[in-house]
Every structure is written in C-alpha cells, then in structure tokens.
C-alpha cells in the first residue's frame, strides 16, 4: 500500500469546508458530500500542498486503530459498510496515504479496508515512523 500511495503526509483535521446540514446531517456508507480541510504537517512522500481537502465528517472522538503495527487493516470506523474511514476527530493528527485521481485531487478511498487514513496517538505513533522507514526504503530502491 505505502508503495503504491501517490503521497503521503502526518495532517490535522481543521475544521468543514463543506459541513452537513444543520439540523439533519445525513451520515452515508459511501463517499460523504461533507468535506474537511486538514492542514499538512509533514509530507512523507510527494509534493502537497499545505491544505488539503477530503470528503469526511468530523468527530469529538478518537478512532484510533484497535491492531498491532504496522496496521494492515482499516480503523473501526472504515467497518461500516463502505470499507473506508471517514470520520476524523477535530484537532487530530492523521497519517493520510494518498492516491492522485483523474481530477487531480487527493483521495484515500483508493484502498478498500486498508489503514489509509489512521489517527495518530503522537508524532512518534508507530504506525507513522513503520510508514517513514517504508517510505525511506522504497525511495533508495528508486535511487
């Protein structure tokens, strides 16, 4: 997964861009018509730009995830129905993985189950240094 990502960056999830209706918010099993703005913290791989815009929802809860890293399985939240995690704690580091669409905007619904968008307990979380050393591997390889 970490070598087929088209960037990856450590982000914190801001604030809505994009938020729900007011007094009905409508929560799908797809892809939300929400989006939240993240601020990019670190980049790991690929040029970003410092904002960065994804379709989600935002919480007043962690979702950390319940495995042993490296995670080769998507966060509790990505179990409900469509495969991926898509709501993100308000003021929370995530470590996005990041595939590039024909748009040209960044998504992390590439990777079905897959730990694509991962809160952080730290900026020493495993899960961020396991991807940093996976990251650092693949670029010597290119080299």
């Known amino acids: 997964m970490v070598n087929h990502a088209d960037a990856i960056v450590?982000?914190?999830?801001?604030?809505?861009?994009?938020?729900?209706?007011?007094?009905?918010?409508?929560?799908?099993?797809g892809e939300p018509d929400t989006t939240v703005r993240f601020e990019v913290l670190e980049?790991?791989?690929?040029?970003?730009?410092?904002?960065?815009?994804?379709?989600?929802y935002l919480s007043d809860w962690d979702d950390f995830n319940d495995h042993v890293p490296p995670y080769r399985f998507v966060r509790p939240n990505g179990l409900h129905d469509s495969c991926y995690a898509n709501t993100y704690r308000e003021g929370g580091q995530f470590l996005l993985i990041l595939k590039k669409k024909p748009s040209?905007?960044?998504?992390?619904?590439?990777?079905?189950?897959?730990?694509?968008?991962e809160q952080l307990h730290s900026i020493d979380d495993p899960w961020l240094l396991s991807v940093?050393?996976?990251?650092?591997?693949?670029?010597?390889?290119?080299?």
């Open 104 to 117: 040209g905007d960044f998504t992390v619904n590439w990777y079905g189950l897959g730990p694509v968008n």
């Open 132 to 143: 940093r050393e996976q990251s650092k591997k693949r670029n010597m390889l290119i080299w």
């Open 10 to 29: 450590r982000a914190a999830a801001v604030e809505y861009v994009k938020p729900p209706r007011r007094f009905f918010p409508v929560w799908t099993d």
């Open 43 to 56: 980049i790991i791989r690929g040029p970003m730009p410092s904002l960065l815009i994804l379709p989600g």
